[in-house]
């Protein structure tokens, strides 16, 4: 796996589906390097900095994480510098982080979930930590020359979804906003991807970018979410 680039400050780690390892960004600012999402794993977050090495590129100052699930969230204790997340991803983490204290709930979660457990297959043990920085509404970061605008949005997925927009390269990242909701049997609750399709038709952006698929262009994105909302779509999904 190498570091691919988006825009000529924006790269990404493609996501490894046979473990769930999502899409993992950088931004590369002039004063800050931001990336989104702290991967699955601390396996996951030492692949994605050994890329950004050979790409010749620091470790980023500063990780958001567009919401609380695992394949997202469970490498958030390796990561170098801090951590932003929305408070209510920080309840669901500390929760997590409760439980994970029970080594039987870690065996269970190996147990319910394959991509969880192929993961972790060596026995390495699950962490979770809150994040360093909470935020309710919105929260803009100047990254030297860029903009990182993040902020909460209604989402089928999450209730703690977080958007991350780069204004000045057109770019909008929406983690895993558009799927149904995982821990409702996929359901696609489609009043909130309603809303959201609202949100992305008003965002000025070039690029789509969803965790677990290549980037979309912000049209290709919306048509096939249009086919969604019609019922023409993967309504467990919500993405091509």
Not at 2 to 10: A, V
Not at 54 to 63: C, F, G, R, S
Not at 121 to 132: C, K, L, N, Q, T
Not at 181 to 198: A, E, H, P, Q, S
Request: glycine share 8%.
């Amino acid at each position: 796996m190498r570091l691919e680039q988006l825009t000529s400050r924006i790269f990404f780690y493609p996501h490894q589906p046979e473990t769930d390892r999502p899409m993992l960004a950088y931004i590369n600012g002039s004063r800050i390097s931001l990336a989104i999402d702290a991967g699955n794993s601390a396996a996951h977050v030492d692949e994605f900095y050994g890329a950004l090495a050979e790409a010749d590129l620091k470790k980023p100052d500063m990780t958001v994480i567009t919401h609380w699930h695992w394949d997202h969230t469970f490498g958030m204790h390796r990561i170098h510098g801090l951590s932003a997340a929305h408070v209510k991803t920080n309840e669901m983490l500390e929760q997590e982080r409760i439980r994970l204290a029970d080594s039987a709930y870690a065996d269970a979660l190996k147990e319910e979930d394959p991509c969880l457990k192929r993961e972790y297959a060596d026995g390495r043990e699950i962490v979770a930590v809150p994040s360093d920085i909470a935020f309710t509404d919105k929260m803009t970061l100047k990254l030297g020359g860029l903009t990182a605008d993040m902020f909460h949005g209604i989402s089928p997925h999450s209730e703690d979804t977080v958007l991350v927009h780069i204004p000045e390269e057109k770019v909008l990242f929406l983690g895993d906003s558009t799927c149904g909701d995982f821990y409702n049997d996929g359901y696609m609750d489609k009043d909130r991807l309603g809303i959201l399709v609202r949100t992305i038709e008003r965002m000025d952006c070039r690029y789509c970018i969803l965790s677990h698929a290549e980037p979309l262009s912000k049209q290709e994105l919306l048509d096939y979410l249009g086919m969604v909302m019609a019922g023409d779509g993967d309504m467990d999904q919500g993405w091509p």
